[in-house]
């Protein structure tokens, strides 16, 4: 039996082969209830199997697991009846309507008539999906299919989803219509566990990120945390003349100073103490600043450095997530 504070996800040491193809190698999770917590990792770094076996559709070669509560090994139904699982493809009927995708959830759900109608109703008008309901799912553009995907999830109301790559393939637009519904089932209380080669989507929505590289996790943290482990943060100082710019030059013991735009590079780790002792050495100095942007190492830069390759590199484990 779970309670509110047990974490929604743990898991020690999961390792798993595919013959003799090592793609998990003791990994380690721990997801609070209500957050978003992301995986991120090239094509092939272990990502889809990880999800696979959190989500009991295979089982881990070693170590152990436990999510909503329950042990993943010794009480999988107990897991299945707690998770949704939206995967890299749509799962919906071409040939069936919205509704009738739908339905037919509520229907292997036991909803009962009444109930599931009731159900099927709010999630259409959840996702925009209303003025669709009668079309079938092969008029349907990939925004919206994967929006009824989705829904289908959330037809049994499960406590923890895991979103397998979900807005691959989808336009901008659509993958912002996706994010706004991750943030609006966090706040009603779900845990999501999102997989993801779109940095700027972790960025985004994650409460804490994991860079999963080669079956293990390299690096763990919040946004902010994994940027500031990388070097290249800075503050740029801009200023009205020459003499605040030699002046701020001195303060600042050795930042070189950019004569013709009038402006300073200053190292810096993005911390707010850091910022803060900066601008009082300039307020103590009685330099006047005309302008200041702080810039910070992005996931992309997180990612190269921690990987040694771009979030989309291929390999021959790619073979064995899939």
Do not use: C
Request: proline share 4%; charged share 25%; glycine share 10%.
């Amino acid at each position: 039996m779970s309670t509110p504070s047990e974490p929604a996800i743990t898991a020690t040491g999961l390792r798993r082969s595919f013959g003799d193809q090592l793609v998990l190698d003791g990994i380690d999770l721990d997801v609070p209830r209500g957050t978003v917590f992301s995986l991120l990792g090239a094509n092939g770094a272990g990502k889809t199997t990880t999800v696979k076996i959190l989500s009991t559709l295979i089982a881990a070669d070693g170590g152990s697991a436990r999510v909503a509560g329950h042990d993943v090994a010794a009480e999988p139904d107990a897991v299945r009846a707690a998770i949704g699982v939206t995967g890299q493809f749509s799962a919906v009927d071409n040939l069936l309507t919205g509704r009738e995708n739908l339905t037919l959830m509520a229907d292997l759900h036991h909803l009962g008539r009444a109930a599931g109608r009731r159900r099927v109703a709010d999630l259409l008008d959840r996702f925009d999906l209303a003025d669709a309901a009668g079309k079938p799912v092969a008029a349907y553009s990939g925004g919206m299919r994967r929006r009824l995907d989705l829904a289908m999830t959330l037809v049994g109301t499960p406590q923890v989803i895991f979103l397998d790559e979900p807005t691959t393939g989808l336009d901008p637009r659509s993958r912002r219509g996706m994010w706004q519904i991750v943030r609006d089932l966090v706040a009603d209380g779900v845990t999501i566990f999102l997989t993801t080669q779109y940095l700027e989507e972790a960025d985004e929505l994650a409460d804490r990120i994991a860079v999963l590289h080669r079956g293990t996790i390299v690096a763990e943290g919040t946004a902010d945390e994994l940027k500031r482990r990388i070097p290249g943060g800075h503050v740029l100082l801009r200023f009205a003349g020459p003499s605040e710019l030699e002046s701020a030059a001195r303060l600042m013991g050795g930042a070189a100073p950019d004569g013709d735009a009038l402006a300073l590079r200053v190292p810096h780790d993005g911390s707010v103490r850091e910022l803060k002792a900066l601008l009082d050495r300039l307020d103590a100095g009685a330099v006047d600043v005309d302008s200041m942007s702080l810039h910070t190492p992005d996931l992309d830069d997180v990612f190269l450095a921690l990987t040694g390759g771009p979030a989309h590199e291929t390999g021959d484990e790619k073979v064995a997530t899939r």
